[in-house]
């Protein structure tokens, strides 16, 4: 897949984030547990900006909501702050209370990765083992379900591990976590090449995101090489 223009990129990302109903609007997000989808979205790349509203919004309060993203300028500095963001939040809550906004970068992977380093295993049923008994045990449910799941694993055990979140045919957004007792040891960054390399692999697009507060992960995508092609904010 060639894809040269970030609203494109920010195009594949929505699709991954959320389905979509019949207007274009959220209906859901696109995750193991569905759960609750934001009351708006928008994603503002230096070539042009892509927004969304939850499906359950009244066609009253999305045309001024419409008519302050249509205002937004295309982010030629994706850390920019928003110029309509107190206009949102006032239209927004006189519709329901807000209880999280939340902002961040995202980044596509550019053309050459990394190759997997040797003590990237994939996950499976057959050796979930290697999840239990940590803070990781929580991903032994995404096993069979956030395929590809790959994992670093030092001492039988696994100490990071990284898996498709989000998917759609043409993307996958990854999830990535590591141990506490394991961090600031290059894991997050191996493991997250490997499960790159495996969406290639399926014909897919890697994608990567987080928020403008998570220094750590940022750092990730930074000795990556990502390339960071949109600044995202949604309020749920």
């Not at 699709?15 to 934001?38: K, Y």
């Not at 503002?44 to 309060?61: A, Q, S």
């Not at 999840?131 to 929580?138: A, C, I, K, N, V």
């Given at each position: 897949?060639?894809?040269?223009?970030?609203?494109?990129?920010?195009?594949?990302?929505?699709?991954?984030?959320?389905?979509?109903?019949?207007?274009?609007?959220?209906?859901?997000?696109?995750?193991?547990?569905?759960?609750?989808?934001?009351?708006?979205?928008?994603?503002?790349?230096?070539?042009?900006?892509?927004?969304?509203?939850?499906?359950?919004?009244?066609?009253?309060?999305?045309?001024?909501?419409?008519?302050?993203?249509?205002?937004?300028?295309?982010?030629?500095?994706?850390?920019?702050?928003?110029?309509?963001?107190n206009g949102y939040r006032e239209?927004?809550?006189?519709?329901?209370?807000?209880?999280?906004?939340?902002?961040?970068?995202?980044?596509?992977?550019?053309?050459?990765?990394?190759?997997?380093?040797?003590?990237?295993?994939?996950?499976?049923?057959?050796?979930?083992?290697?999840?239990?008994?940590?803070?990781?045990?929580?991903?032994?449910?995404?096993?069979?379900?956030?395929?590809?799941?790959?994992?670093?694993?030092?001492?039988?055990?696994?100490?990071?591990?990284?898996?498709?979140?989000?998917?759609?045919?043409?993307?996958?957004?990854?999830?990535?976590?590591?141990?506490?007792?394991?961090?600031?040891?290059?894991?997050?960054?191996?493991?997250?090449?490997?499960?790159?390399?495996?969406?290639?692999?399926?014909?897919?697009?890697?994608?990567?995101?987080?928020?403008?507060?998570?220094?750590?992960?940022?750092?990730?995508?930074?000795?990556?090489?990502?390339?960071?092609?949109?600044?995202?904010?949604?309020?749920?």
């Open positions: 897949m060639t894809v040269t223009v970030a609203t494109s990129w920010l195009d594949l990302h929505l699709r991954a984030l959320f389905v979509h109903d019949e207007r274009g609007r959220i209906a859901t997000r696109n995750a193991l547990d569905g759960g609750p989808a934001p009351l708006f979205f928008l994603g503002r790349t230096p070539d042009g900006n892509r927004w969304r509203f939850r499906g359950d919004l009244p066609d009253d309060l999305v045309e001024p909501l419409e008519a302050l993203c249509a205002a937004e300028p295309p982010a030629t500095d994706l850390r920019a702050p928003l110029q309509h963001e239209i927004l809550a006189g519709h329901a209370p807000i209880t999280e906004a939340w902002s961040g970068p995202a980044y596509h992977f550019p053309e050459e990765l990394p190759p997997t380093a040797s003590e990237v295993l994939p996950l499976n049923t057959e050796n979930a083992h290697l999840l239990r008994g940590g803070d990781l045990e929580p991903w032994v449910e995404d096993i069979g379900q956030s395929e590809p799941l790959v994992a670093i694993v030092q001492e039988d055990r696994a100490v990071s591990v990284c898996g498709s979140v989000r998917t759609t045919p043409e993307a996958h957004e990854a999830g990535v976590e590591t141990s506490a007792n394991a961090r600031g040891r290059g894991f997050a960054v191996a493991v997250v090449a490997a499960w790159a390399q495996a969406v290639r692999a399926l014909g897919a697009e890697p994608l990567y995101s987080t928020s403008w507060d998570n220094a750590a992960s940022q750092a990730v995508a930074s000795k990556l090489g990502l390339i960071p092609y949109a600044s995202t904010f949604h309020m749920t």
